[in-house]
């Protein structure tokens, strides 16, 4: 194995027996950054190529058999922290003018441009969730380091999610030291109390993470993890490439048809 993982469960639907679990990790993640880039790469206000990829992705999700709920509380959590650099989507000059304040205007154009990036980072979004839900961890690093990824970064997501699970207790133990102490009773004191808990795990961490590197070194470690041997791709992968290929083509024939 690549590591040995036992940080948070991200995979919780990767037990299935689905055509797209059938598909080995490296198509999975070949048809996943297909449909990202495509998603991306497609102009602003193209709506109706978006509702392509849509009723593709939702097959695709129908035919994973995902947990819906989590799909989409993690979706939820992920899109907050973009909504801030999607708002200032919204100030575009241009078009018409719809509402205005000082040197705050919201115009058709700006609305547009919202629209179109976010219903272009919920697809993403989506369609990567799908990609982690229904895929291990170490067989997705695996997928990665086939496709020819550095293998500096691969060992730094692998590092980074095993032992973010470490920090998070780590947390949980120092906020429950302060709840003992009944330095979470008023809230004018709460920031203070968090603030210096976050600067104490940013020095734990360092030092942590020094020792964990060290016991690594000693262990034979050399920047590189071991990578296993990929299975072999059958009669299904290439098909499954080839469906998502003829997906992307026929939503972007739509709107080059339009120029």
Known sequence: MLLHIGAFHLDIDSQHNTPWHRLIPTTRVICALLFVFATALTPNGRWLTWLIYSLGLVSLIATARLTLPVLLRRVAIEFTFIGAVLLGTLFRGG????????????????????????????LSLLMLNLLVLTTPIPALLNALADLKVPPLLIAIIASMYRYLDVL???????????????????????RLVFGNMIGSLFIRTYDRGDRIHRAMLSRGYRGIPPIQTP?????????????????LLIGQAIYLKDL
């Open 168 to 190: 998070v207790d780590e947390f949980n133990t120092m906020r429950r030291a302060a709840e003992s102490r009944n330095l979470l009773n008023h809230r004018a004191r709460q």
């Open 95 to 122: 078009g018409t003018v719809l509402w205005q304040w000082g040197w705050l205007k919201i115009t058709t154009v700006g609305l547009m441009i919202l629209g179109s990036v976010a219903f272009k980072a919920l």
């Open 231 to 247: 299975p072999q791709s059958g009669r299904a992968d290439p098909i499954a490439i080839t469906i998502i290929v003829l997906l």
